[in-house]
């Protein structure tokens, strides 16, 4: 039986007495904070002490701007939009060295962890909108495939077991004009390190409408489904189309849609529960509890079986209300998934 294993999105909520224009400020100063790192390393600490098998650094930066700031710098290109791998750094990734050698230490072994790089097209819709020159979304594949390698060669005391291409226009943006083979040949592009070294290669999709794409593309192997929040998800993807492609699925069995969660309880209570935060709670005591989590696991498995090979949150958890919560969902999916391995 292929194993399911607990991977999560990346984002995680910021502690109460941080705000995001501090955290920016020092993302943008570029350079290693002693403050930031100790930020980083506690959040990152919280994801692995919920049960996280394969946990994603803390992300906390705009998904885009996180490369596209790297990106646009010409001293950190070879040719435009080009990046030269030293440049190519994850700082997130860095900071959670010395977790990882402490958790080394700790069990003597080595702690598996999902990179997570925002894909080609993404970063070409951002930068160039509707216009169409597939020689840059190209280039943009290997840009990102540059950061991936850069952080392949500079682990140390952990594995990078998963690589994660983030996507979420694909199937929902009108602006994609590119045709599939042009798409196919960007993202292939964006991981061929990634499965060149052994990596379970991922991409995260908000909608699985053209999910195809990746059964089609050679290094793609991870199809992520947001389906705990929308299980009709699953009913569009189909098992021969994985089976035939050798393509497995990441599902979602714990809902993160936070604002559509607490307006639930609005309704309930009749009032603002951002405000009114004595009712958060509920959503992690008696909305995703580890039983419910456990049933939409089994309802995926009663599909796809062996073609699952992780699972966790649909997707970042970075607006939730506090790290204490969003750590606690973390914990309900791991004693969820548990409690479903047991049972099969």
Same mark, same amino acid.
């Given at each position: 039986?292929?194993?399911?294993?607990?991977?999560?999105?990346?984002?995680?909520?910021? %502690?109460?007495?941080?705000?995001?224009?501090?955290?920016?400020?020092?993302?943008?100063?570029?350079?290693?904070?002693?403050?930031?790192?100790?930020?980083?390393?506690? #959040?990152?600490?919280?994801?692995?002490?919920?049960?996280?098998?394969?946990?994603?650094?803390?992300? @906390?930066?705009?998904?885009?701007?996180?490369?596209?700031?790297?990106?646009?710098? %010409?001293?950190?290109?070879?040719?435009?939009?080009?990046?030269?791998?030293?440049? $190519?750094?994850?700082?997130?990734?860095?900071? *959670?060295?010395?977790? $990882?050698?402490?958790?080394?230490?700790?069990?003597?072994?080595?702690?598996?962890?999902?990179?997570?790089?925002?894909?080609?097209?993404?970063?070409?819709?951002?930068?160039?909108?509707?216009?169409? @020159?597939?020689?840059?979304?190209?280039?943009?594949?290997?840009?990102?495939?540059?950061?991936?390698?850069?952080?392949?060669?500079? #682990?140390?005391?952990?594995? *990078?077991?998963?690589?994660?291409?983030?996507?979420?226009?694909?199937?929902?943006?009108?602006?994609?004009?590119?045709?599939?083979?042009?798409?196919?040949? $960007?993202?292939?592009?964006?991981?061929? =390190?990634?499965?060149?070294?052994?990596?379970?290669?991922?991409?995260?999709?908000?909608?699985?409408?053209? @999910?195809?794409?990746?059964?089609?593309?050679?290094?793609?192997?991870? *199809?992520?489904?947001?389906?705990?929040?929308?299980?009709?998800?699953?009913?569009?993807?189909?098992?021969?189309?994985?089976?035939?492609?050798? =393509?497995?699925?990441?599902?979602?069995?714990?809902?993160?849609?936070?604002?559509?969660?607490?307006?639930?309880?609005?309704?309930?209570?009749?009032?603002?529960?951002?405000?009114?935060?004595?009712?958060? %709670?509920?959503?992690?005591?008696?909305?995703?509890?580890?039983?419910?989590?456990?049933?939409?696991?089994?309802?995926?498995?009663?599909?796809?079986?062996?073609?699952?090979?992780?699972?966790?949150?649909?997707?970042?958890?970075?607006?939730?209300? =506090?790290?204490?919560?969003?750590?606690?969902?973390?914990?309900?999916?791991?004693?969820? *998934?548990?409690?479903?391995?047991?049972?099969?």
């Amino acid at each position: 039986m292929t194993e399911i294993i607990f991977d999560d999105i990346g984002s995680f909520p910021l %502690p109460d007495d941080v705000s995001k224009d501090w955290i920016m400020n020092k993302f943008a100063e570029g350079k290693d904070d002693d403050e930031l790192s100790a930020l980083l390393k506690n #959040a990152f600490r919280m994801k692995i002490d919920a049960g996280v098998q394969v946990p994603t650094y803390p992300q @906390y930066q705009d998904m885009n701007e996180q490369f596209l700031s790297v990106i646009r710098d %010409p001293e950190n290109c070879d040719d435009p939009f080009k990046v030269k791998q030293d440049a $190519a750094r994850i700082m997130e990734l860095e900071s *959670i060295e010395p977790v $990882a050698k402490a958790y080394m230490e700790e069990t003597g072994d080595k702690l598996d962890i999902r990179v997570c790089v925002t894909g080609p097209l993404e970063l070409y819709l951002k930068e160039f909108g509707g216009t169409e @020159y597939v020689d840059i979304l190209n280039i943009f594949g290997e840009s990102m495939d540059n950061f991936v390698k850069n952080s392949l060669s500079n #682990a140390k005391n952990f594995n *990078i077991r998963t690589v994660s291409i983030d996507e979420p226009s694909i199937g929902i943006n009108p602006q994609v004009m590119f045709d599939d083979d042009q798409l196919i040949t $960007a993202m292939d592009k964006a991981c061929h =390190s990634a499965k060149k070294n052994g990596c379970d290669v991922e991409i995260h999709l908000h909608s699985p409408l053209h @999910y195809t794409l990746a059964t089609q593309a050679e290094n793609i192997s991870v *199809i992520g489904v947001e389906s705990a929040a929308t299980p009709s998800y699953l009913e569009l993807i189909d098992r021969k189309v994985l089976e035939d492609s050798d =393509s497995f699925l990441r599902v979602g069995v714990a809902r993160t849609d936070i604002f559509n969660l607490v307006a639930t309880l609005n309704e309930k209570y009749n009032t603002n529960v951002w405000k009114e935060t004595q009712h958060f %709670p509920e959503i992690i005591n008696e909305m995703e509890t580890p039983a419910v989590i456990s049933k939409r696991l089994a309802n995926a498995y009663s599909m796809f079986d062996e073609r699952i090979k992780y699972a966790g949150p649909d997707c970042g958890i970075g607006s939730w209300p =506090s790290q204490e919560i969003a750590a606690q969902l973390l914990r309900n999916t791991a004693e969820g *998934i548990a409690d479903f391995k047991k049972g099969i």
